[in-house]
Nanobody, 124 residues
Framework: QVQLVESGGGLVQDVGSLRLSCAAS????????MGWFRQAPGKVREFVAA????????DYADSVKGPFTISRDNPKNTVYLQMNSLKPEDTAVYYC?????????????????WGQGTQVTVSS
């Protein structure tokens, strides 16, 4: 059974940093793309970042391009999201997701398994 468990969320001040982790189990991790999405209260879930199975191809939402970095450690079955220069508008529940294929895409329908989410709150 595929399980994705996020960690690393919390409360941080404006322009602070956090690193989210997503530990995967129950799958052959190193053949699938992975992605991060987020959902703020009252808003739809939106794409944040994605990474290919080997980690050599990444994609970002325009709103996070630059301050956020996605990476993965295949031997550890873990994907990360380093978030720098956080702003209050980055406040949301962040979700890790497994792609149906070898590359991560920006559409949520491209993903078939999701974690439970981790809350990130950025105070002004």
């Amino acid at each position: 059974q595929v399980q994705l468990v996020e960690s690393g969320g919390g409360l941080v001040q404006d322009v602070g940093s956090l690193r989210l982790s997503c530990a995967a189990s129950g799958l052959t991790f190193n053949v699938y793309g992975m992605g991060w999405f987020r959902q703020a209260p009252g808003k739809v879930r939106e794409f944040v970042a994605a990474i290919s199975w080997r980690g050599d191809s990444t994609d970002y939402a325009d709103s996070v391009k630059g301050p956020f970095t996605i990476s993965r450690d295949n031997p550890k079955n873990t994907v990360y999201l380093q978030m720098n220069s956080l702003k209050p508008e980055d406040t949301a529940v962040y979700y890790c997701a497994k792609s149906r294929g070898t590359y991560g895409r920006s559409g949520w329908t491209d993903y078939d398994y999701w974690g439970q989410g981790t809350q990130v709150t950025v105070s002004s």
